[in-house]
């Protein structure tokens, strides 16, 4: 017997596995995605420029001529003892930076008792981070790639698909909750 002889119907039917896996809902300008047990956080962007289709014009690293930072998010349903969130930037595109945070993970403080946030935009290639932001771990590129902290997508335009994992901490670091929005393709 042979399967997905015919053209698209085995990119179907991975996708399809791939999305009652993945448990992924998408709704109107914000994402909640687990691949995890954890509980789901709810992510949006506050900035209407970036909406998970085309990275918004600049917001690519310098290599390219942009001037990328992470976009504003709002992100609510955290936990009881949330003490923290942190992003975990992807290409998922590019096998060698598709996980754990290739681009890049960047911390934020959450006020005690708080069960939604406002993250700001901080600035791509550097550890000077404003407003309490910090850099958990640089990016993993290598070569002229290298930049210290966030790295901007930075594929050269070639289409490759960008996210950010969110990730719900407690003050000891214990992931509390999960969610996951789409950056866009650059």
Known sequence: MRIGTRTGFTGVVVMS??????????????QTAQRSS??????????????????????????????????????SALPAGTS??????????????ARNGGHGKIGF???????SVMLPAVPGETRDLPGGAYVVARNRASGSYSAPGYLPPCSGGKGNTYNAVVTARDASGTP???????????
């Open 17 to 30: 596995a791939v999305l009652l896996a993945t448990g992924c809902q998408t709704t109107s300008g914000s």
């Open 38 to 75: 954890l509980p789901s956080l709810e992510v949006a962007f506050t900035d209407p420029t970036w909406t998970g289709d085309r990275l918004p014009s600049g917001q690519h690293c310098t290599k390219f001529g942009g001037n990328g930072s992470t976009p504003p998010l709002a992100v």
């Open 84 to 97: 923290e969130i942190v992003l975990a930037f992807n290409d998922l595109s590019y096998p060698p930076l």
């Open 109 to 115: 403080p959450v006020p005690d008792g708080a069960d």
């Open 176 to 186: 509390l909750a999960e969610g996951r929005i789409t950056l866009g393709r650059y």
